[in-house]
């Protein structure tokens, strides 16, 4: 080795101290993410849990200008308790986010309802029949 020089590390060399240093600015679609996040009182774990993806992939959205896929956008929406529109429109006058309700857990009438949903057309008609009934039956119980 020549005087003057000294050893270091290969892998040191083009790192940054801080890897979010060389990202600069958020952009403005992941910074709208992290609000809604934030607001709903979510970490990155939590809502990558109700989402079912990796926690990795709602740090890359949050950094990220644009928005994610198509078929996260649901599930996503639900998680912080906003609409999809709200989830792609980023609010350019009050940046603010909107008020995102923290997401509970699901009842057992919405789990019943989500399997409905699998069955074929005709089969979800006479269960919804059937709900309604019961339902307006019970009304008038309470009402008398």
């Given at each position: 080795?020549?005087?003057g020089i000294?050893?270091?590390?290969?892998?040191?060399?083009?790192?940054?101290r801080?890897?979010?240093?060389?990202?600069?600015?958020?952009?403005?679609?992941?910074?709208?993410?992290?609000?809604?996040?934030?607001?709903?009182?979510?970490?990155?774990?939590?809502?990558?849990?109700?989402?079912?993806?990796?926690?990795?992939?709602?740090?890359?959205?949050?950094?990220?200008?644009?928005?994610?896929?198509?078929?996260?956008?649901?599930?996503?929406?639900?998680?912080?308790?906003?609409?999809?529109?709200?989830?792609?429109?980023?609010?350019?006058?009050?940046?603010?986010?909107?008020?995102?309700?923290?997401?509970?857990?699901?009842?057992?009438?919405?789990?019943a309802?989500?399997?409905?949903?699998?069955?074929?057309?005709?089969?979800?008609?006479?269960?919804?029949?059937?709900?309604?009934?019961?339902?307006?039956?019970?009304?008038?119980?309470?009402?008398?």
């Open positions: 080795m020549k005087p000294t050893k270091t590390n290969p892998y040191d060399v083009h790192m940054a801080n890897p979010r240093a060389d990202r600069g600015k958020r952009p403005k679609q992941g910074a709208h993410l992290l609000n809604l996040r934030e607001s709903a009182g979510l970490t990155q774990t939590q809502l990558a849990g109700f989402v079912g993806v990796p926690q990795g992939t709602i740090a890359l959205w949050e950094w990220n200008e644009t928005p994610p896929r198509s078929s996260a956008l649901p599930k996503l929406a639900k998680a912080l308790g906003v609409s999809i529109a709200d989830l792609l429109v980023v609010n350019l006058i009050n940046k603010k986010p909107p008020i995102a309700k923290k997401p509970g857990p699901v009842s057992d009438v919405q789990k309802f989500e399997d409905v949903r699998s069955l074929p057309r005709h089969q979800q008609k006479k269960i919804l029949e059937t709900v309604s009934a019961l339902v307006e039956q019970y009304k008038r119980k309470v009402a008398s």
